[in-house]
């Protein structure tokens, strides 16, 4: 009889393990590199500016870990299988902060949080940041204002900007991404500088 009630429950149990599928693998995590530092060697400047920068205002997309594609409609639609580890629009304030901290005119950079005080704000808008499949482009709108304590604002630009694509995967996606941002970056640093040199 213990023979039989053995057998009953390996028989139960082999049923099961192939009734239940599977666990699904997590979703790859890519994330965005440190900017390179500045080619400036003297950390010394006659400016000592201390500036915030704020969380970029961004769609609720992009406010998401998802990783964003079109084809050839015009719905954006998610890869399946990767996420940025981090959202873009706090990758991109935490990128521009630690890239900006490093320039001789820094006395001090920030991100936005209680009790720093600071004569700038950065505010940075994410309008699009997806791969264009049809084109083999990764598609960015980024617009940047310069903000004074009292909210006015002192110097604003917007980048429309295409930058090609390697492979049309999430992968190709990072990598694109890393090197528009490691351009745009030293333009916004250039942009920043000019201004307050005038």
């Known amino acids: 009889m213990s023979k039989y009630l053995f057998l009953l429950l390996l028989t139960a149990s082999l049923t099961a393990c192939s009734v239940f599928p599977a666990p699904e693998k997590a979703p790859q995590q890519l994330l965005l590199s440190s900017l390179a530092p500045s080619q400036e060697t003297s950390r010394h ?3 000592q500016i201390r500036l915030v920068i704020e969380r970029p205002l961004a769609s609720t997309p992009l ?16 890869f399946s299988r990767h ?13 521009t902060a630690e ?22 704000r950065l505010h940075l808008n994410l309008q699009h940041w997806y791969l264009d499949t049809a084109q083999e482009e ?19 630009r917007q980048w429309n900007e295409k930058q090609p694509v390697a492979r049309l995967s999430p ?28």
Do not use: C
Not at 100 to 118: I, N
């Open 63 to 78: 406010r998401q870990r998802e990783i964003w594609y079109r084809d050839a409609g015009l719905q954006l639609t998610p």
């Open 99 to 120: 890239f900006l901290a490093q320039q001789p005119w820094a006395e001090a950079v920030s991100l936005d949080r209680p009790g720093f005080r600071a004569e700038y």
């Open 83 to 95: 996420l940025w580890a981090e959202s873009l629009d706090l990758q991109l304030q935490s990128l």
């Open 171 to 198: 992968q190709g996606v990072a990598q694109a991404s890393q090197t528009w941002l490691e351009n745009w970056i030293v333009e916004l640093n250039q942009s920043l500088k000019d201004h307050w040199q005038k």
């Open 45 to 47: 400047s006659d400016m």
């Open 138 to 156: 990764l598609l960015i709108s980024l617009q940047a204002n310069l903000l004074d304590s009292d909210g006015n604002s002192l110097l604003q």
